[in-house]
T-cell receptor, first 111, second 114 residues
Framework: DQQVKQNSPSLSVQEGRISILNCDYT??????FLWYKKYPAEGPTFLIS?????DKNEDGRFTVFLNKSAKHLSLHIVPSQPGDSAVYFC??????????FGTGTRLQVTL | EAQVTQNPRYLITVTGKKLTVTCSQN?????MSWYRQDPGLGLRQIYY???????DKGDVPEGYKVSRKEKRNFPLILESPSPNQTSLYFC?????????????FGPGTRLTVT
């Protein structure tokens, strides 16, 4: 039972354009959401997060949007850069002890 | 430098031969966790620890053991490894298990069981 879903395994975007990565969840108890970025041969690194009391959080080129009624969140990267090429995982938590991850989306930013 | 370290980074072993993957963090974090990453399945939690001597099962604990005798260390033990435990393993830690869980991850251990 995949409670956090990333339905696009991969995404290719031109440098300078917007990258939009999507994530859906099924558990209405989730109240905090995070995005992690992972390069090959490295562990995931935290990118940005959002609480369920907000619908948007922005940090530089990265913005996360949360639509609670649709149980959907998205990560926008503007403008996309070649160094953004990585696998992106969304994650959600509703308790203090457990972080549930999606399956990941591989972003390729082309020149 | 604040970091989570794992050893070994790569390991090839045979079915049934006990092994331990070590994890250590130098950030005085209370919370530590183990995940495995498999193609198409993302990261799945194996075990976690809220503090010293406090551990609990995650989503896929079968075939694994952990211990938390010191705050900085959280080893993952495979008593009798099987080929379905071939995977990429990550250890992670965070300051508190409160809201946010912005975990710091180690570099990963790639395990192959033949």
């Amino acid at each position: 039972d995949q409670q956090v879903k990333q339905n696009s395994p991969s995404l290719s975007v031109q440098e300078g354009r917007i990258s939009i990565l999507n994530c859906d969840y099924t558990n209405s108890m989730f109240d905090y959401f995070l995005w992690y970025k992972k390069y090959p041969a490295e562990g995931p690194t935290f990118l940005i997060s959002i609480s369920s009391i907000k619908d948007k959080n922005e940090d530089g080129r990265f913005t996360v949007f949360l639509n609670k009624s649709a149980k959907h969140l998205s990560l926008h990267i503007v403008p996309s850069q070649p160094g953004d090429s990585a696998v992106y995982f969304c994650a959600a938590t509703g308790t203090a002890s457990k972080l549930t991850f999606g399956t990941g989306t591989r972003l390729q930013v082309t020149l | 430098e604040a970091q989570v370290t794992q050893n070994p980074r790569y390991l090839i072993t045979v079915t049934g031969k006990k092994l331990t993957v070590t994890c250590s963090q130098n950030m005085n974090h209370e919370y530590m966790s183990w995940y495995r990453q498999d193609p198409g399945l993302g990261l799945r939690q194996i075990y976690y620890s809220m503090n010293v001597e406090v551990t609990d099962k995650g989503d896929v604990p079968e075939g694994y053991k952990v211990s938390r005798k010191e705050k900085r260390n959280f080893p993952l033990i495979l008593e009798s490894p099987s080929p379905n435990q071939t995977s990429l393993y990550f250890c992670a830690s965070s300051f508190s298990p409160g809201q946010g869980l912005e975990q710091y991850f180690g570099p990963g251990t790639r395990l192959t069981v033949t």
